[in-house]
């Protein structure tokens, strides 16, 4: 289990490494921005570039799972599906080639006959790339079920604020928007009974270095099972009387009624990209962070969920958790009912693009007792 753990962590630096080549590699960035005006061959190809570096990231998991357990690959979920369709209409499914040329072959087709863009491409996806954990945490990683482990993979959270490529300025140590927001998120998950057991979320883009003129990135890790909990996170900070209220993180579309309810108990911020708001949450630099919406899916929730739980909190389902009669119903029994699961989809979607996104929003927390305030802010 350690090797799996380290593999991921190792790919998560990878996919960190390709995010941040991307934006540094002026011949990537090009077709990063590139916009097309109307009439032009493809009107699709900045999106489908867009894509493609979440395809290859994702693909690139998949790979590198099977190497280590074979048994995994097919259980690498992610939001993108690998088939393109080019401009001759030609269909390819993005996979990681046996070799780097094979590789850069194949992306080639996908980017209209463009060789410098793939071979570049290739490179990144099968460069060598290994991140040393703590030795003293990864020697107490639990033995994990192998036989019904799933992953879930976003590749690229928070992907406007990773195309605009603009630093932003933080409230407090909360950025509410920018690249340092940007995040890619690794999942672990039971197949049976659904629940999360581990989380990797990597931040490519924490902190810029100006002696370097580069971005440097920073990853966070933790796995929860049968008792066992280990992670990296700093501990939780120690409230002194008299400080300020607690942070609860939002997304700038929620409804203005909701902030002013959690306002009663909370400094409300905003904050863009599903990983990072939760990330937040997991460093112990906001109480909470909520959404009342079904505009999540379950590849933005799995790896901070199994990184909360590593950490003893989680993430509830919103509109379950509010139809609670009262904070005293707040059980341990029941906070384990409300936790979102990751191995079925919805049911009767109105869309089928909707089976896997988070149905009744979401409350990540790490410290349970947050609940009852917000419960009794927004509790009906």
């Given at each position: 289990?350690?090797e799996?753990?380290k593999?991921?962590?190792?790919?998560?630096?990878?996919?960190?490494?390709?995010?941040?080549?991307?934006?540094?590699e002026?011949?990537?960035?090009?077709?990063?921005?590139?916009?097309?005006?109307?009439?032009?061959?493809?009107?699709?190809?900045?999106?489908?570039?867009?894509?493609?570096?979440?395809?290859?990231?994702?693909?690139?998991?998949?790979?590198?799972?099977a190497?280590?357990?074979?048994?995994?690959?097919?259980?690498?979920?992610?939001?993108?599906?690998?088939?393109?369709?080019n401009?001759?209409?030609?269909?390819?499914?993005v996979?990681?080639?046996?070799?780097?040329n094979?590789?850069?072959?194949?992306?080639?087709?996908v980017?209209?006959?463009?060789?410098?863009?793939?071979?570049?491409?290739?490179?990144?996806?099968h460069?060598?790339?290994t991140?040393?954990?703590?030795?003293?945490?990864?020697?107490?990683?639990p033995?994990?079920?192998?036989?019904?482990?799933?992953?879930w993979?976003?590749?690229?959270d928070?992907?406007?604020?990773?195309?605009?490529g603009?630093?932003?300025?933080?409230?407090?140590?909360?950025?509410?928007?920018?690249?340092?927001?940007?995040?890619?998120?690794?999942?672990?998950?039971?197949?049976?009974?659904?629940?999360?057991?581990?989380?990797?979320?990597n931040?490519?883009?924490?902190?810029?270095?100006?002696?370097?003129?580069?971005?440097?990135?920073?990853?966070?890790?933790?796995?929860?099972?049968?008792?066992?909990?280990?992670?990296?996170?700093?501990?939780?900070?120690?409230?002194?009387?008299?400080?300020s209220?607690?942070?609860?993180?939002?997304?700038?579309?929620?409804?203005p009624?909701?902030?002013?309810?959690l306002?009663?108990h909370?400094s409300?911020?905003?904050?863009?990209?599903?990983?990072?708001?939760?990330?937040?949450?997991?460093?112990?630099?906001?109480a909470?962070?909520?959404?009342?919406?079904?505009?999540?899916f379950?590849?933005?929730?799995?790896?901070?969920?199994?990184?909360?739980?590593?950490?003893?909190?989680?993430?509830?389902?919103?509109?379950?958790?509010?139809?609670?009669?009262?904070a005293?119903?707040?059980a341990a029994?029941?906070?384990e009912?409300?936790?979102?699961?990751?191995?079925?989809?919805?049911?009767?979607?109105?869309?089928?693009?909707?089976q896997?996104?988070?149905?009744?929003?979401?409350?990540?927390?790490?410290?349970p007792?947050?609940?009852?305030?917000?419960l009794?802010?927004?509790?009906?």
């Amino acid at each position: 289990m350690a090797e799996l753990i380290k593999t991921l962590l190792s790919f998560s630096e990878r996919a960190g490494e390709i995010a941040r080549a991307i934006r540094q590699e002026p011949k990537l960035f090009a077709l990063l921005v590139e916009e097309k005006g109307e009439g032009e061959k493809n009107q699709r190809f900045a999106h489908d570039f867009k894509t493609l570096a979440d395809v290859l990231i994702q693909e690139a998991l998949r790979h590198h799972v099977a190497r280590t357990i074979p048994s995994l690959a097919e259980w690498v979920q992610g939001e993108e599906s690998a088939e393109f369709t080019n401009t001759l209409g030609e269909k390819i499914t993005v996979r990681i080639c046996d070799t780097q040329n094979g590789t850069a072959t194949l992306l080639a087709k996908v980017l209209d006959g463009n060789k410098e863009a793939a071979e570049i491409l290739a490179a990144l996806a099968h460069q060598d790339i290994t991140f040393t954990p703590d030795p003293h945490l990864i020697e107490k990683v639990p033995d994990l079920p192998i036989d019904s482990l799933g992953i879930w993979i976003d590749p690229v959270d928070s992907t406007g604020e990773y195309v605009r490529g603009r630093p932003g300025e933080a409230v407090g140590s909360i950025h509410q928007q920018g690249l340092q927001c940007v995040t890619v998120l690794i999942g672990l998950y039971d197949r049976h009974s659904g629940l999360p057991i581990g989380g990797i979320i990597n931040q490519p883009f924490a902190a810029f270095t100006e002696n370097k003129k580069r971005w440097e990135g920073k990853v966070y890790w933790g796995v929860n099972y049968k008792g066992v909990s280990v992670h990296n996170l700093p501990a939780m900070p120690v409230e002194s009387a008299g400080s300020s209220p607690p942070v609860v993180v939002l997304s700038s579309s929620e409804d203005p009624a909701l902030h002013t309810r959690l306002s009663r108990h909370f400094s409300v911020l905003n904050a863009t990209g599903a990983g990072y708001k939760q990330l937040v949450v997991a460093l112990g630099l906001a109480a909470a962070c909520l959404s009342s919406k079904d505009s999540t899916f379950r590849w933005d929730t799995a790896a901070p969920h199994g990184l909360l739980r590593a950490a003893g909190g989680g993430v509830v389902v919103y509109r379950r958790l509010t139809s609670s009669a009262s904070a005293k119903d707040i059980a341990a029994e029941t906070l384990e009912e409300l936790q979102i699961l990751y191995h079925k989809p919805n049911a009767n979607p109105a869309q089928l693009s909707l089976q896997w996104c988070n149905e009744g929003g979401l409350v990540a927390y790490r410290d349970p007792k947050v609940l009852a305030n917000i419960l009794e802010c927004v509790g009906e």
